[in-house]
């Protein structure tokens, strides 16, 4: 890691301008797969306590969870994350021996998908689910399927700003409500805002649909 040192009551803190990002939009499909796997989201979620250093991850890692794991383990799934840019080494601490205990944190507090590895699936699903119900021929399905793109994309943007913003707030939910809730009512109140702000994309949906 290229990067000045400095020390610090005992500690060498890594001088090389990264901070933690509020959000970061995921592009990388590897990034994203990392997440998508519970052993290493485990390890991500527990870094939302601050910054760790690999013993108390393990503990935390194994603490009322099934499948424990070793510290070797967990040593190689955070090198996994490091390689991969979703956690950076934010200290080092020299210990008795001249041994050096690293600390970690994630890159950022929020990691968003990116929109276009999800949205043909999304889409096709959209599509199929109203054609079943409304009947919807084949022309007003491709108007339908540029609605929903157009849709995708703006939302996209609108979720970055809004978690770039609101940052602080949406943690103070999840302390609160957990994770899962917090993240449900946070895209529920961007979606809201989103069609507020632009009733016209509703309207021309429901046309369509009802033409």
Do not use: W
């Given at each position: 890691?290229?990067?000045?040192?400095?020390?610090?009551?005992?500690?060498?803190?890594?001088?090389?301008?990264?901070?933690?990002?509020?959000?970061?939009?995921?592009?990388?499909?590897?990034?994203?797969e990392?997440?998508?796997?519970?052993?290493?989201?485990?390890?991500?979620?527990?870094?939302?306590?601050?910054?760790?250093?690999?013993?108390?991850?393990h503990?935390?890692?194994?603490?009322?969870?099934?499948e424990?794991?070793?510290?070797?383990?967990?040593?190689?799934?955070?090198?996994?994350?490091?390689?991969?840019d979703?956690?950076?080494?934010?200290?080092?601490?020299?210990?008795?021996?001249?041994?050096i205990?690293?600390?970690?944190?994630?890159?950022?507090?929020?990691?968003?998908?990116?929109?276009?590895?999800?949205?043909?699936?999304?889409?096709?699903?959209?599509?199929?689910?109203f054609?079943?119900?409304?009947?919807?021929?084949?022309d007003?399905?491709?108007?339908?399927?540029?609605?929903?793109?157009?849709?995708?994309?703006?939302?996209?943007?609108?979720?970055?700003?809004f978690?770039?913003k609101?940052?602080k707030?949406i943690?103070?939910?999840?302390?609160?409500?957990?994770?899962?809730?917090?993240?449900?009512?946070t895209?529920?109140?961007?979606?809201?805002?989103?069609?507020?702000?632009?009733?016209?994309?509703?309207?021309?949906?429901?046309?369509i649909?009802?033409?």
């Amino acid at each position: 890691m290229n990067a000045n040192l400095y020390k610090l009551f005992g500690s060498i803190v890594y001088d090389s301008m990264k901070k933690q990002e509020m959000v970061r939009v995921l592009k990388d499909s590897k990034q994203a797969e990392l997440l998508e796997n519970p052993s290493y989201s485990r390890i991500i979620g527990i870094l939302r306590k601050g910054e760790l250093n690999i013993k108390e991850i393990h503990r935390l890692f194994n603490e009322n969870y099934e499948e424990k794991k070793t510290l070797t383990t967990i040593y190689r799934y955070m090198e996994k994350l490091l390689e991969n840019d979703l956690v950076f080494v934010s200290r080092e601490k020299i210990k008795r021996k001249h041994l050096i205990e690293r600390y970690y944190s994630r890159t950022a507090m929020f990691f968003l998908f990116e929109k276009e590895r999800f949205k043909k699936n999304v889409v096709n699903a959209n599509l199929e689910l109203f054609q079943q119900i409304y009947n919807v021929d084949k022309d007003s399905g491709k108007e339908l399927e540029k609605l929903f793109h157009e849709h995708g994309k703006n939302m996209c943007k609108r979720e970055v700003d809004f978690f770039e913003k609101h940052g602080k707030e949406i943690l103070g939910l999840e302390r609160k409500y957990g994770f899962k809730a917090a993240k449900e009512a946070t895209y529920t109140f961007i979606e809201l805002l989103y069609f507020r702000e632009n009733p016209e994309l509703l309207e021309r949906i429901f046309k369509i649909l009802e033409d």
